[in-house]
């Protein structure tokens, strides 16, 4: 079996830096309504399942139905994302590497498919065997299901998979799901917990680099 037996991804923050397009969207969303919204307060939502954000400006006084926040976010971020893919420096030529390798590449994103879709749509060919979305699992990260998901859809141990993850939730949710999870921190800081895996980004690695590591044994 080659080593890794695949790449679990995650979008927002690791693949393509769209973190910034979804705190545009959810500052201009707030201040229709009247109300005041921060960079700092739009960090809070690095990782988090779209609901659970909608959950956020709720309580922050937007008197809109979740499903309507949720809506109106991705409507926002889609229509930036088809203007430009900001992808962060190294995914590409990774991605590149993996494929060239032979090792599948599965998306596992707190994002919905409508935009994680999009994504894909702009990387090279067959970059993608397939995609787990916010919207298609009973619990999102940091639960460990999305990366769960992802392993039996590929009909892999988690164990055999590297995870690649620049968020709180997202590290949480693919360590507990038993990857070789790498942190990849971008926008927020990830705690350099033992037995932790953490790169400070893509730019020259490969997958050569996942080889040495394994899962942790405790999260």
Avoid at 125 to 151: C, H, N, Q
């Amino acid at each position: 079996m080659v080593t890794p037996a695949a790449i679990l991804w995650d979008m927002d923050g690791t693949l393509v830096d769209t973190e910034p397009y979804w705190i545009e969207a959810e500052t201009e969303l707030m201040r229709a309504h009247g109300l005041d919204w921060s960079h700092e307060q739009g960090l809070e939502f690095v990782g988090n399942d779209l609901l659970t954000s909608a959950g956020i400006l709720r309580a922050a006084g937007l008197d809109l139905a979740p499903d309507v926040i949720v809506d109106r976010l991705l409507t926002a971020v889609i229509s930036r994302v088809e203007v430009a893919v900001p992808f962060r420096p190294g995914a590409l030529e990774f991605l590149g590497a993996a494929r060239a390798e032979g090792i599948p590449c599965m998306l596992v994103t707190a994002s919905y498919r409508s935009l994680a879709e999009a994504v894909v749509a702009a990387c090279p060919p067959d970059s993608f065997v397939g995609i787990v979305a916010g919207d298609e699992v009973s619990a999102g990260k940091p639960d460990p299901e999305p990366y769960l998901t992802a392993a039996a859809l590929l009909g892999l141990d988690p164990r055999d998979c590297a995870a690649l993850e620049d968020s709180v939730p997202g590290l949480a949710s693919a360590e507990a799901a038993g990857t070789i999870a790498v942190g990849i921190p971008h926008l927020v800081e990830l705690d350099p917990l033992p037995g932790r895996h953490l790169w400070s980004g893509l730019e020259g690695r490969s997958p050569a680099d996942l080889r040495a590591l394994r899962p942790r044994l405790s999260v």
